[in-house]
């Protein structure tokens, strides 16, 4: 289990305790997580579960993939630390990790 | 009107099966689709990517999956609506109307939504004046070139279809192409072209930036965009072309009165039947307990719904269950002799 820290673009946010193993999209959805819509269910084919992630935190995670950065394209409104919250596995190195979800994701 | 025994809304995989398992049982059908072309997501999101699960196909990618699938369903001649997307369902006694947002019209006893996560719609730019502009000087899609001589033109995106319109109207209008990130995912060949007009001055690409404001007064006249760095730059534009890519959207779907959760709709998993008689739903836009998202799912959930839809379509006569490889009506229907 690590800790997720979920925060919404007005700035509340959450502290969800996450499988190991699971997608920080899964633990979104699998506690109900507002501002995560995953229409295509992980396959990285719809960029529905984009998040920002922390400054602090962005370099820390694995690097995405070339057909992740392109599906941040079609992202509603990419910055730098756009990701897709279904390509990152969380793990200990990524226990207290803090993403922000988007005004909306379509 | 016309009057058909199903009504397909969703031209992908489970949409295209769904013709042939109510083909087979005499059944006519038309199938409705918001996109140019049939396919669905297998077509739109992954057409090159290989798909390792559909059963007794080791490997095929979306596109040869719908060829093939295209192929299956050619003996039943069916028409499939491209372009439309279905706006209105109504009742008629015991018929359901469905008008299209060109005002097609069709009915039948049956409906078959298989419409995976919604239709696809292109994302836009979400800056007010970009709405109120929309159709008269911010486009996401290009119906008549004739329309875009002479102007200055600001095209956004980093794939073909930025790319390829970008080359295109460079030969008679002033481009310039903006995109988030330095790199273009496009076709790299496209891209030498566009970086040969750029050194001879036709075409200036912005990277990497994203668009801050439009100017206008009545007309678009300028729009600022900003970069990574913070710098902002001002572009004389008449024209801005979007091309950020498509998202789904569930869309009229969710006006039906059918009973929904989320964005899927619930179906009784014996017949894929919702809580409307003769409205069923099947592939990923359905829910019911233990609902894979997988292709095969979709195909068997469409098998079992052309069942129903073949005892409302032929309430006098008795469904016969037949095997493809034994009965001569199935072999005559698919022009085997």
Same mark, same amino acid.
């Given at each position: 289990?690590?800790?997720?820290?979920?925060?919404?673009?007005?700035?509340?946010?959450?502290?969800?305790?996450?499988?190991?193993?699971?997608?920080?999209?899964?633990?979104? *959805?699998?506690?109900?997580?507002?501002? *995560?819509?995953?229409?295509?269910?992980?396959?990285?084919?719809?960029?529905?579960?984009?998040?920002?992630?922390?400054?602090?935190?962005?370099?820390?995670?694995? $690097?995405?993939?070339?057909?992740?950065?392109?599906?941040?394209?079609?992202?509603?409104?990419?910055?730098?630390?756009?990701?897709?919250?279904?390509?990152? *596995?969380?793990?200990?190195?990524?226990?207290?990790?803090?993403?922000?979800?988007?005004? $909306?994701?379509? | 009107? @016309?009057?058909?025994?199903?009504?397909?809304?969703?031209?992908?995989?489970?949409?295209?099966?769904?013709?042939? /398992?109510?083909?087979?049982?005499?059944?006519?059908?038309?199938?409705?689709?918001?996109?140019? @072309?049939?396919?669905?997501?297998?077509?739109?999101?992954? &057409?090159?990517?290989?798909?390792?699960?559909?059963?007794?196909? &080791?490997?095929?990618?979306?596109?040869?999956?719908?060829?093939?699938?295209? =192929?299956?369903?050619?003996?039943? @001649?069916?028409?499939?609506?491209?372009?439309?997307?279905?706006?209105?369902?109504?009742k008629d006694n015991e018929n359901w109307i469905v008008t299209t947002n060109n005002?097609?019209?069709?009915?039948?006893?049956?409906?078959?939504?298989?419409? +995976?996560?919604?239709?696809?719609?292109?994302?836009?730019?979400?800056?007010?004046?970009?709405? /109120?502009?929309? =159709?008269?000087?911010?486009?996401?899609?290009?119906?008549?070139?004739?329309?875009?001589?002479?102007?200055?033109?600001?095209?956004? +995106?980093?794939?073909?279809?930025?790319?390829?319109?970008?080359?295109?109207?460079?030969?008679?209008?002033?481009?310039?192409?903006?995109?988030?990130?330095?790199?273009?995912? +496009?076709?790299?060949?496209?891209?030498?072209?566009?970086?040969?007009?750029?050194?001879?001055?036709?075409?200036?690409?912005?990277?990497?930036?994203?668009?801050?404001?439009?100017?206008?007064?009545?007309?678009?006249?300028?729009?600022?965009?900003?970069?990574?760095?913070?710098?902002?730059?001002?572009?004389?534009?008449?024209?801005?072309?979007?091309?950020?890519?498509?998202?789904?959207?569930?869309? &009229?779907?969710?006006?039906?009165?059918?009973?929904?959760?989320?964005?899927?709709?619930?179906?009784?998993?014996?017949?894929? =039947?919702?809580?409307?008689?003769?409205?069923?739903?099947?592939?990923?836009?359905?829910?019911?307990?233990?609902?894979?998202?997988?292709?095969?799912? +979709?195909?068997? =959930?469409?098998?079992?719904?052309?069942?129903?839809?073949?005892?409302?379509?032929? &309430?006098?006569?008795?469904?016969?269950?037949?095997?493809?490889?034994?009965?001569?009506?199935?072999?005559?229907?698919?022009?085997?002799?």
């Open positions: 289990m690590s800790k997720i820290i979920y925060k919404d673009f007005k700035g509340n946010s959450k502290t969800i305790e996450v499988e190991n193993g699971l997608s920080v999209m899964e633990g979104a *959805i699998q506690n109900e997580i507002p501002g *995560i819509d995953a229409d295509c269910g992980g396959s990285m084919a719809c960029a529905t579960c984009h998040v920002y992630v922390d400054d602090k935190w962005f370099d820390k995670i694995p $690097k995405a993939e070339d057909a992740e950065v392109d599906m941040i394209d079609m992202a509603f409104e990419p910055k730098k630390n756009s990701r897709l919250s279904c390509q990152i *596995i969380v793990s200990d190195d990524l226990d207290g990790l803090q993403v922000s979800t988007p005004e $909306k994701q379509t | 009107m @016309k009057k058909i025994d199903a009504i397909i809304i969703g031209a992908g995989p489970v949409g295209l099966f769904g013709v042939h /398992q109510l083909g087979i049982k005499g059944l006519k059908a038309v199938v409705i689709d918001n996109l140019d @072309k049939a396919g669905g997501q297998c077509i739109e999101l992954y &057409p090159d990517k290989p798909i390792y699960d559909i059963p007794a196909v &080791p490997e095929c990618t979306g596109e040869q999956l719908t060829t093939r699938l295209l =192929e299956q369903i050619k003996p039943f @001649k069916t028409q499939l609506f491209l372009n439309e997307r279905v706006n209105e369902v109504r005002k097609k019209e069709f009915i039948a006893p049956n409906i078959i939504i298989a419409g +995976g996560v919604g239709s696809f719609e292109p994302r836009k730019i979400h800056l007010k004046q970009a709405e /109120q502009l929309e =159709e008269k000087s911010v486009f996401y899609a290009v119906r008549d070139k004739e329309k875009f001589k002479n102007k200055k033109i600001s095209i956004f +995106g980093g794939g073909d279809s930025a790319l390829d319109w970008a080359l295109e109207l460079s030969k008679f209008s002033k481009i310039t192409l903006i995109h988030r990130r330095n790199e273009f995912r +496009g076709a790299q060949h496209t891209l030498m072209e566009i970086k040969k007009l750029e050194k001879a001055g036709k075409v200036s690409i912005k990277t990497p930036c994203q668009i801050e404001s439009l100017e206008s007064e009545n007309d678009l006249k300028s729009i600022t965009i900003k970069f990574d760095d913070g710098k902002t730059e001002k572009i004389p534009t008449d024209v801005i072309l979007g091309f950020f890519g498509l998202i789904m959207k569930l869309g &009229p779907i969710a006006e039906w009165g059918l009973n929904m959760n989320k964005k899927t709709i619930e179906v009784n998993p014996e017949n894929f =039947e919702t809580n409307k008689k003769g409205i069923f739903a099947a592939g990923d836009i359905c829910s019911y307990p233990g609902k894979l998202k997988l292709i095969l799912s +979709g195909f068997h =959930e469409v098998a079992l719904a052309s069942v129903e839809c073949f005892k409302r379509a032929r &309430p006098n006569e008795k469904y016969r269950f037949e095997f493809t490889t034994s009965s001569k009506t199935i072999q005559d229907r698919l022009g085997k002799k």
